[in-house]
Nanobody
Framework: QVQLVESGGGLVQAGGSLRLSCKAS????????IGWYRQAPGKQREMVAT???????NYTDSVKGRFTISRDSSKNTVYLQMNSLKSEDTAVYYC??????????????WGQGTQVTVSS
């Protein structure tokens, strides 16, 4: 059993900052890729940022220069530092992990989501 638990969402004014955290726990042998996705009302879920086990990062164009993804592998935790927030960043943010469990199976799992609301 693997769990992804997000925290750090909330309400912030435009131009402000928030930091999201996602901790993975359970029978995890290795996390290959971990990252953040978001879904705004009436829209499809989209990738925001991902980071590989080797530290390579990928961002959607709309957040480049404003958001930074990082990970602490020793804690199986990924962070998303969000600066210069805009109203269009309002969404439920989900943690996603591509990992190998203790039995060597490669799986993908999602967290429960955390709401980020940016007021203009």
């Amino acid at each position: 059993q693997v769990q992804l638990v997000e925290s750090g969402g909330g309400l912030v004014q435009a131009g402000g900052s928030l930091r999201l955290s996602c901790k993975a726990s359970g029978f995890i042998l290795r996390i290959n890729v971990i990252g953040w996705y978001r879904q705004a009302p009436g829209k499809q879920r989209e990738m925001v940022a991902t980071i590989t086990s080797g530290g390579s990062t990928n961002y959607t164009d709309s957040v480049k220069g404003r958001f930074t993804i990082s990970r602490d592998s020793s804690k199986n935790t990924v962070y998303l530092q969000m600066n210069s927030l805009k109203s269009e960043d309002t969404a439920v943010y989900y943690c996603n992990a591509d990992f190998q469990n203790a039995w060597g199976s490669r799986l993908v799992d999602w967290g429960q989501g955390t709401q980020v609301t940016v007021s203009s």
